[in-house]
């Protein structure tokens, strides 16, 4: 299993940028395809972005995308989530996710990080 700690969020303004990290622990951290998730208040946690292993395929949720750019260095050990254009309702918390497959961290990941408060004021 991976262990895995965000960082990075913070307050920011409309239209403004924010780079989140995930730091991840562990064994065999290159083969997890890894993912970001959010969550607004009284909203449910909602997917926004996931990457491949070998970073070749990334996946997007329709709100983000053009906005949001995901990147991992495996040689850190780091994913990114880069977010451009913010806009009020991007404010949430941010969670890093993983699992072993594109499928499972789009739908249940494996392991969670503990989030990162994202907001962004009007």
């Known amino acids: 299993q991976v262990q895995l700690v965000e960082s990075g969020g913070g307050l920011v303004q409309a239209g403004g940028s924010l780079r989140l990290s995930c730091a991840a622990s562990?064994?065999?951290?290159?083969?997890?395809?890894k993912g970001w998730f959010r969550q607004a208040p009284g909203k449910e946690r909602e997917f926004v972005a996931a990457?491949?292993?070998?970073?070749?395929?990334?996946n997007y949720a329709d709100s983000v995308k053009g906005r949001f750019t995901i990147s991992r260095d495996n040689a850190k050990n780091t994913v990114y989530l880069q977010m451009n254009s913010l806009k009020p309702e991007d404010t949430a918390v941010y969670y890093c996710?993983?699992?072993?497959?594109?499928?499972?961290?789009?739908?249940?990941?494996?392991?969670w990080g503990q989030g990162t408060q994202v907001t962004v004021s009007s």
């Open positions: 562990g064994r065999t951290f290159s083969r997890y395809v």
């Open positions: 996710a993983a699992g072993l497959t594109t499928v499972q961290v789009m739908g249940v990941p494996s392991s």
């Open positions: 990457i491949s292993w070998s970073g070749g395929s990334t």
